[in-house]
T-cell receptor, first 114, second 111 residues
Framework: GAVVSQHPSWVICKSGTSVKIECRSLDFQATTMFWYRQFPKQSLMLMATSNEGSKATYEQGVEKDKFLINHASLTLSTLTVTSAHPEDSSFYIC??????????FGPGTRLTVT | SQKIEQNSEALNIQEGKTATLTCNYTNYSPAYLQWYRQDPGRGPVFLLLIRENEKEKRKERLKVTFDTTLKQSLFHITASQPADSATYLCALGGSARQLTFGSGTQLTVLP
């Protein structure tokens, strides 16, 4: 149980284009989903928290107009990196949570912007 | 400022021994603390959660302690195996369920 998927697992895009990453909870309803970014050899940094049907709450320093988050259903959240630049290249990981404190993480999406 | 420190970036131990990983924090009052395992290129996998009013939690070969006075958690893996080799992350949880992660300890269990 508690399986979270992400799609795509990796993506390469040109600078200036937008990329959408999907996060799905496969066997449970996720009232809250979280988006993290992880640079090599570093820990996970929380970018934003989203509750189903509400606007996402962004952490300090994360541009909400650049990282668009939509949590339209209890099983799907999307992160769109708009006008991506090479410095946005990173490992993006989502997690999902239902009523408890445990967060279940997706396998991550490796984004490379050329 | 808030800080989470996990002992040594890397820890090598011999198979069969007990691995002990440390997580210290400052300027936090977490409601709970979690430990995760992360393999290269993968998302973290939840292992254990311990609440602020709990001293110890066990699950199979894993044991976690939580000392809110010392502001420290210890994570033990008994009878370690090479398959336990991974990066282990501690994460502090707040009232809004957001997690703040430490930088991790890379554990290598030598056969």
């Amino acid at each position: 149980g508690a399986v979270v998927s992400q799609h795509p697992s990796w993506v390469i895009c040109k600078s200036g284009t937008s990329v959408k990453i999907e996060c799905r909870s496969l066997d449970f309803q996720a009232t809250t989903m979280f988006w993290y970014r992880q640079f090599p050899k570093q820990s996970l940094m929380l970018m934003a928290t989203s509750n189903e049907g509400s606007k996402a709450t962004y952490e300090q320093g994360v541009e909400k107009d650049k990282f668009l988050i939509n949590h339209a259903s209890l099983t799907l959240s999307t992160l769109t990196v708009t006008s991506a630049h090479p410095e946005d290249s990173s490992f993006y990981i989502c997690s999902a949570s239902s009523s408890g404190y445990e967060q279940y993480f997706g396998p991550g999406t490796r984004l490379t912007v050329t | 400022s808030q800080k989470i420190e996990q002992n040594s970036e890397a820890l090598n131990i011999q198979e069969g021994k007990t691995a002990t990983l440390t997580c210290n924090y400052t300027n936090y009052s977490p409601a709970y603390l979690q430990w995760y395992r992360q393999d290269p290129g993968r998302g973290p996998v939840f292992l254990l959660l311990i609440r602020e009013n709990e001293k110890e939690k066990r699950k199979e070969r894993l044991k976690v302690t939580f000392d809110t006075t010392l502001k420290q958690s210890l994570f033990h893996i008994t009878a370690s195996q090479p398959a336990d080799s991974a990066t282990y992350l501690c994460a502090l949880g707040g009232s809004a369920r957001q997690l703040t992660f430490g930088s991790g300890t890379q554990l290598t269990v030598l056969p």
